[in-house]
């Protein structure tokens, strides 16, 4: 049974020469992450650790959206709601922590070994809510319902003014944990760094393991799936909590990071910029995201200073990267253009 699923999840450039390119493009971009700090030393301009963790952090949630759309075929357009809540679980906390030290009658606390479950927990109920919701639909209408849930999400944010409504809410440290010191920069970065590859470890695992298989399985053919006697709904929508978690985790980082969290974190264009990364990156690829976040948020970084309309140039370079790396900047790489 193994034998015949596998036989619908293969595709890609196989053989030792692809797996060297890979092995390669991945070294390659670990030790430039790892160098970083130390090159924006050399240079004087400790303004590149700040930019890289955002490309850390937007690449953990751009890897968690791969899991389900490379993956899984699920184009969600509400993960947003994820990264949201879980950076509104931390400034929440921070809020009640600098205002009362209580929240629902039980005293706050600014560990990160309490704070961050807890976020990553709800985001994956919300996911799990969201999910089992709109997985019972599929193609545009699946689109459409994530779509709506993430601005429910929104709007929700928007409307507890307790918690600065749109103008969104003030951080005033980052949470802490033993022998890190996570108000370093430095050290935040290779924190995010870590999470990032230890998300990229599971991510890679899960997908090469039975469940993964059966996820791709129902991709390539979902009726040759279903006959070999394996249930969509549930595979799917456990690929969709984990997604949703992983969002969440990102959420929390971003929260730590900029100190501050607003409204937007859960807007529908925040998700479309999630998409945009994952596209350039490389649709199934999970470490294509990595690369996509880099690029994207550089991209972004540079035109900005040109002009204001920088998405005006941004638009013809994905369509670019569609018509021509059909597996993102990773694929072309790797030399592997073809479809998962």
Request: proline share 3%; glycine share 12%.
């Amino acid at each position: 049974m193994s034998t015949m699923l596998s036989a619908t999840t293969t595709g890609g450039a196989t053989g030792p020469g692809a797996a060297s390119r890979r092995l390669l493009v991945h070294i390659i971009a670990f030790v430039i992450f790892a160098g970083v700090p130390l090159f924006a030393a050399l240079v004087g301009e400790p303004f590149m650790i700040s930019l890289f963790t955002r490309f850390l952090i937007y690449a953990v949630a751009a890897v968690s959206l791969d899991l389900v759309m490379g993956y899984g075929a699920l184009i969600s357009f509400g993960h947003a709601a994820f990264f949201g809540l879980g950076g509104y679980v931390v400034g929440i906390v921070a809020h009640h922590g600098a205002e009362t030290g209580t929240l629902f009658g039980i005293a706050t606390s600014n560990s990160a070994l309490i704070i961050w479950p807890v976020a990553v927990v709800l985001s994956a109920v919300l996911a799990l809510i969201i999910g089992g919701l709109s997985l019972r639909t599929t193609g545009v209408q699946f689109i459409m319902i994530t779509l709506a849930f993430g601005q429910m999400v929104y709007f929700l944010l928007v409307s507890l003014e307790v918690y600065g409504g749109d103008d969104g809410l003030l951080i005033g440290q980052r949470n802490s944990l033993p022998l890190i010191d996570t108000a370093d920069p430095v050290s935040f970065y290779y924190l995010c760094l870590a999470v990032l590859a230890l998300w990229l470890g599971f991510c890679w695992r899960l997908v090469g393991s039975r469940f993964g298989m059966v996820l791709r399985g129902l991709k390539q053919n979902q009726r040759r799936a279903v006959n070999l006697g394996f249930a969509p709904l549930p595979h799917r929508l456990a690929a969709f909590v984990i997604s949703g978690a992983g969002t969440g985790l990102a959420g929390v980082l971003w929260a730590n990071y900029a100190l501050y969290v607003s409204p937007d974190m859960a807007a529908w264009s925040k998700s479309g910029e999630f998409m945009s990364i994952v596209i350039l990156g490389g649709v199934g690829t999970l470490f294509g995201p990595v690369i996509g976040a880099a690029v994207f948020l550089g991209l972004e970084q540079i035109l900005a200073i040109w002009t204001e309309h920088w998405m005006l140039v941004m638009g013809p370079v994905l369509v670019a990267v569609v018509l021509f790396a059909r597996r993102g900047l990773y694929g072309f790489l790797v030399g592997d253009r073809s479809h998962d």
